[in-house]
């Protein structure tokens, strides 16, 4: 499922729960409560429905919520595209009947997503994909816990401390081949009297390997009052984005070689790049960019060039690095720029699959990543062909200020 191809991933957004947690409202169930001014499920539906990746959209709803999924879906510019789906008497019965409600439709692959999740992103969604796409059978988004978790007794006394390494925060979407994902649930329903809380724990019984992702920590669950209040609050400070723009420059030495990599892709060449690691100038530059946006510094702070576990090392890494850096302090990555200076070789030729490289390694969309590329005129060192230098721009959106 790389960018530009035609096949599409299945959608089931579960909507059917009733949300006592979060209180009694008029305007329905926690789905139904407005943010921003809009329903928490309309927020959930725009990010699939904008999403080019996204094929049939299973909505499963109660059964006495016709009205307001109507009314929550009125204006949206594709809601012809929604099959709304009556839901079961469970979470994993609903499902069920989102998954059966895309048996006609010709998708290899399956996302099944909460609908009180209203700030999943592209972002996350594209990561997922690139697993589907590489042959995981289930994919699981997930962080790492952070706090400390305890495990008490029944008389509510602390037994002991869990070690917390190895335990992670389950989200959604959670993802699967979709005759794998199917099968398990259609096997679970006939087989098994206990309800499980989330499909990769039917995939788990089935024997499916489910493997973890990079979750996102703006990608919460809406469970109760305060939730959807500070979520009203979040998208009511959206109006005021906090959009930063970083800036990197490098410069590596050409010496005699066989050729050099750029963005990741290598180009023969009569010359290489001399540098500790790979001397990929223009993913360098970019990283220190990315690094601009949050404060992090710049790429010789977290790769020391001292250090010589990164001798040789892809440059990629770096750049991989500096976007979790900036996702975890709340960052969208919103554009990539990159301007390489030489006089060869030719980078035209390789400046699609650049490009390709940028939008794999940062997780975002084809058309917000550019490569270009120029010559010095033969002035300066780059005109003498001693060095290949780069010059890169990154924009990130953080959240919203009041």
Known sequence: MEQGRSETIGIVVVAAGRGERAGASVEGPKQYRRIGGKPVIWHTLTTFLDWPRSGPIAVVIHPDDRALIEAAVADLPKRDELTIVTGGATRQASVLNGLRALRDHDIDHVM????????????????????????????????????????????????????????????????????????????????????????????????????????????????????????????????????????????????????????GIFIPHDQRLKGHSDADVALHALTDALLATCGAGDIGDHFPPSD?????????????????????????????????????????????????????ILSIALDRCSVKATTNETIGFVGRREGIAAIATATVVFRGTD
């Open 112 to 263: 099944i997503q909460d609908g009180v999740r209203p700030f999943v992103d592209a972002e996350l969604l594209e990561r997922i994909a690139r697993e589907l796409a590489a042959g995981k059978t289930a994919v699981l988004p997930a962080l790492p816990v952070s706090d400390t978790i305890k495990r008490a007794d029944t008389s509510g006394v602390v037994a002991m401390t869990v070690p917390r390494k190895a335990l992670f925060a389950a989200q959604t979407p959670q993802s699967f081949h979709y005759a794998a994902i199917l099968e398990a649930h259609e096997r679970a329903a006939e087989e098994l009297a206990v309800d499980f809380t989330d499909d990769a724990s039917i995939a788990e019984w089935a024997g499916l390997p489910v493997h973890l992702v990079e979750g996102s920590i703006d990608n919460i669950k809406l469970t109760v009052q305060r939730d959807i209040a500070m979520a009203d609050e979040k998208l009511k400070g959206a109006a005021l984005p906090d959009v930063r723009t970083g800036n990197g420059y490098d410069v590596h030495q050409l010496e005699p070689g066989d050729g050099v990599t750029l963005c």
């Open 308 to 360: 010589m576990q990164w001798k040789g090392a892809p440059s990629r890494i770096f750049l991989e690095h500096a976007a979790k850096i900036v996702r975890e302090a709340g960052g969208t990555i919103m554009n990539a720029d990159i301007s390489l200076i030489a006089e060869a070789p030719k980078v035209g030729p390789h400046r699609q699959a650049m490009r390709e490289t940028l939008s794999d």
